[in-house]
């Protein structure tokens, strides 16, 4: 890999530790985190499931807000502040450059998942600690502090990069503002892909049956990525799941960062 790509991913990783926005959402999603103790005090019986639950849906919930609200500004801020004309006249091809601010975005969003994952360990071990009685009961789906919890967060990582490289993508053409609605347009979309591919069910046209079609190949399917369900209760989740999951949400990112690369490459700044 060119060093030029790990030094631009390294200022866009600097860039982010520096951003307040940044630390306001960690700080949130670790007290949403917390929180969760307490809602689980409130269901008898269910303490560590909701705990689990809430703990997974909160890291996923903050991780979108990060890739999207700091994903959205990467390229529009040095198109903004100009200073894309100061990097562009370095040994720096553009796509290099592209490359290289998804890579220190992803970096971000790892090193922040890893420490919402770790509030969420904390809370359970503290549970386990404090309510053995409970923890006991607990395991006879899963252990209370359950490794197979790392599944679900794989698959939120993996989710969150299908989500940074739309983001980027949009960031090289459009404003922060219509970037963020259109990522947060297809994240939501993409949830409900599937029905798309059984929309010839519902509707007479066939024209209209083949555009689904073609949306449903066309759109992230980001439904697979949510297996905190299975994950919570204990279902097994196969490796082989993980991996297929992981290899198409790495494909689909890939092929959205080439698009990103193509528009930067054909824009013109003069």
Do not use: C
């Not at 450059?97 to 970096?107: E, Q, T």
């Not at 006991?136 to 919890?149: C, K």
């Not at 347009?185 to 029905?195: P, S």
């Amino acid at each position: 890999m060119p060093r030029v790509i790990l030094l631009v991913a390294y200022h866009v990783f600097k860039e982010s530790v520096r951003d307040k926005v940044l630390y306001n959402l960690v700080l949130f999603a670790t007290l949403m985190i917390s929180a969760s103790y307490l809602v689980g005090q409130l269901t008898a019986g269910q303490d560590i499931k909701i705990i689990k639950d809430l703990g997974l849906a909160a890291s996923a919930v903050f991780g979108l807000f990060i890739a999207v609200f700091i994903g959205v500004g990467l390229v529009w801020k040095e198109v903004d502040r100009r200073s894309v004309y100061n990097v562009l006249v370095k040994p720096l091809r553009r796509h290099h450059f592209i490359v290289g601010k998804f890579i220190g975005l992803a970096l971000t969003l790892l090193v922040n998942l890893a420490v919402m994952a770790t509030a969420v360990y904390l809370v359970l071990a503290v549970m386990a600690w404090t309510q053995p009685a409970l923890a006991n009961a607990a395991m006879v789906d899963a252990p209370v502090v359950d490794p197979n919890l790392l599944k679900a967060f794989l698959l939120i990582y993996v989710q969150l990069l299908v989500v940074t490289a739309l983001a980027l993508f949009f960031s090289t053409f459009s404003s922060p503002m219509l970037s963020a609605a259109l990522t947060f347009g297809l994240y939501v979309v993409g949830h409900f892909n599937a029905d798309l591919a059984h929309f010839e069910n519902v509707v007479k046209s066939r024209a209209a049956a083949q555009l689904a079609r073609a949306l449903y190949y066309l759109l992230p399917n980001l439904a697979p990525f949510d297996i905190k369900t299975a994950v919570v209760h204990g279902q097994a989740v196969p490796a082989g799941y993980l991996l297929l999951t992981s290899g198409y949400g790495l494909l689909y990112a890939a092929a959205v960062l080439g698009l990103a690369m193509l528009v930067f490459a054909r824009r013109d700044f003069k």
